[in-house]
C-alpha cells in the first residue's frame, strides 16, 4: 500500500515552509544572472563625450518621431482625398517612401547606439571575461565596417542621383539615398566611440551590454 502523499503545511511556521519559488517555479528566481546585480559594470568612459552622443542619440529620436506623426496625418489625408473629395492628392505616396526610409534610417542609427538591434548573445555573456571582451569588440569592429561600407555606398548613390528629380515632388531623388549616408555616418560614431570606451576597461561590461 503506497503512503499518501503529503502537502506542506499552511499553519507551519515560515522557516518550516519551503521558500517562495523554490521547486521550479518562477522563471527569473533560478536564473541568477538576471537577477543579480553585475559585478563588472562601470559607469560609460569618457562622460562627457557619452552625454553628447546620448543628446544626439535623442535628436534623431525626435526627428523620426515628428516623421512618423507626418507620415500618419499625410496617410489620412491620402484617404480623406481619394474617397471623400475624389480628388487623390498623388505625391503623398512618394513623400511617404522618402520619410519611411529616414524613419528607418535614423531608428537603425539610434539601435547602435543602444545597442538594441537583435542579437543571440547568451552565449557570449556565459564566457569568461576575456573571450567575453574579445567577442564584444569583434562585433563592435563589425558593426564600425558595415557603418562605413553604408556611409561610402551611400554617398555614391547619392552624388550619382542628384539630377534625378523625385516623381510628383521636384525633389533631387538623392534625398532619399542621403537616409543611408546618415546612418553610416551615426553608426560610425556611436560604434567608434563605444571601441575607445571598451578600450578603457576591456573585461569591464557597459550599461548597454
Known sequence: ???????????????????????????????????????????????????????LARACMVVAGVQIVTLVLLMGWLVFGR?????????????????????????????????????????RESLPPVPRAVLRVLADVMVVIFCALM???????????LSREIPMLGLPEAWRYAALVAFGVL???FAAVRLAQRAVAPTRSLPWD
Open 1 to 55: 500500500m503506497s503512503a499518501a502523499p503529503s502537502f506542506p503545511d499552511p499553519d507551519a511556521p515560515a522557516a518550516a515552509r519551503p521558500p517562495e519559488g523554490a521547486g521550479g517555479e518562477g522563471v527569473f528566481g533560478e536564473i541568477p544572472e538576471l537577477t543579480a546585480p553585475r559585478a563588472d559594470l562601470i559607469a560609460p568612459p569618457f562622460p562627457g563625450l557619452d552625454r553628447a552622443l546620448g543628446w
Open 187 to 189: 553608426g560610425l560614431i
Open 151 to 161: 556611409s561610402w555606398q551611400g554617398w555614391k548613390l547619392v552624388q550619382t542621383n
Open 83 to 123: 474617397y471623400i473629395l475624389n480628388d487623390t492628392p498623388t505625391w503623398i505616396e512618394q513623400m511617404a517612401i522618402l520619410l519611411i526610409a529616414w524613419i528607418t534610417f535614423l531608428g537603425a542609427a539610434i539601435g547602435v547606439r543602444d545597442e538594441s538591434h537583435l542579437s543571440i548573445d547568451f552565449i
